[in-house]
Nanobody
């Protein structure tokens, strides 16, 4: 499975953006899909995760209530809808996959073995 992220860009504070992650290859129901982000000079951090089968999700406290992760199996894609964006959301956003993910490991960066190339999101104040 290969991952291709897209959809980043420039938004004003309070605005919205949606980033997409296209998965090529066979993605089974055991997969956990996630978004991480890395701001300049900072470590990569967890943003949100979802089971490919649907249902279980997990969000970082910093994005709860503002971001929504979703799966479209027909399009083999994962989306991150980002609302009420703030300048501190500025980062490169990466999609990631864990072929045998379980709910308890969703926020753990080391549990993800597949990564996309990242897409830049910039939020101006």
């Amino acid at each position: 499975v290969q991952l291709q992220a897209s959809g980043g860009g420039l938004a004003q504070a309070g605005g919205s953006l949606r980033v997409s992650c296209a998965a090529s290859g066979r993605v089974s129901s055991s997969y956990t899909m996630a978004w991480f982000r890395q701001a300049p000079g900072k470590e990569r951090e967890f943003v949100a995760a979802i089971k490919w089968s649907g249902g279980a999700t997990n969000y970082a406290d910093s994005v709860k209530g503002r971001f929504t992760i979703s799966v479209d199996k027909a399009k083999s894609a994962v989306y991150l809808q980002m609302n009420s964006l703030q300048p501190e959301d500025t980062a490169v956003y990466y999609c990631a996959a864990n072929p045998r993910g379980i709910t308890s490991t969703m926020p753990i960066i080391g549990s993800y073995s597949l990564w996309g190339q990242g897409t830049l999101v910039t939020v101006s104040s």
